[in-house]
């Protein structure tokens, strides 16, 4: 495919998302306090909030753009970067901080470094903290693409992410 024809689809892209933004806020226009519904409804199509899809909000619903980056910045569900395609959260309640969520976080972090190195890993995994998974009994606990790994110690980190395709 030509220059042209990558543009093209791109321009269909952007207008196809633009039309699903303005039809989203339409279907809570009468609601109260909805921006926060509305921002869910977009993430969940789209995987995150472009900066372009939040414009476009504040042009459909006349919420300024400052008090939608307000909201997304202050709820840490909605990011503003693409996920990867492996989503792990790294439970950060009381239960598992005090068992070794940090150290378990961490060597996560250094196991996909090493992949990414060695070629393995590029993008694919997100890697967030939560504050409570609802788990407390499984402390220190991971949330891997919607699988609860529990009772986790840092050395577990390379058996979580074998546990995926391809890996």
């Known amino acids: 495919m030509n220059a042209d024809g990558e543009l093209e689809k791109l321009v269909e892209w952007v207008e196809g998302v633009r039309k699903r933004v303005h039809e989203i ?18 993430q ?13 909000l504040a042009k459909a619903t006349g919420i300024s753009l400052a008090r939608i980056y307000e909201v997304i910045t202050f709820y840490t569900y909605f990011r503003l970067t693409p996920p990867g395609n492996h989503e792990i959260h790294v439970c950060m309640g009381t239960a598992c901080y005090l068992r070794g969520a940090e150290s378990i976080q961490a060597k996560l972090l250094q196991q996909i470094d090493l992949m990414k190195a060695a070629g393995g890993a590029k993008d694919d995994f997100q890697v967030d903290c939560v504050r409570c998974i609802g788990c407390c009994g499984l402390s220190p606990a991971v949330v891997m693409d919607g699988k609860t790994y529990g009772r986790l110690n840092p050395e577990d980190s390379p058996e979580i992410l074998k546990q995926k395709p391809g890996v």
Do not use: F, K, T
Request: cysteine-free; hydrophobic content about 40%; aromatic content about 6%.
């Open 25 to 42: 806020a339409g279907e809570w226009q009468d609601e109260e306090g909805s921006l926060i519904m509305i921002l869910h409804a977009i």
């Open 44 to 56: 969940d199509e789209i995987g995150y909030i472009p900066r372009g899809v939040a414009n476009e």
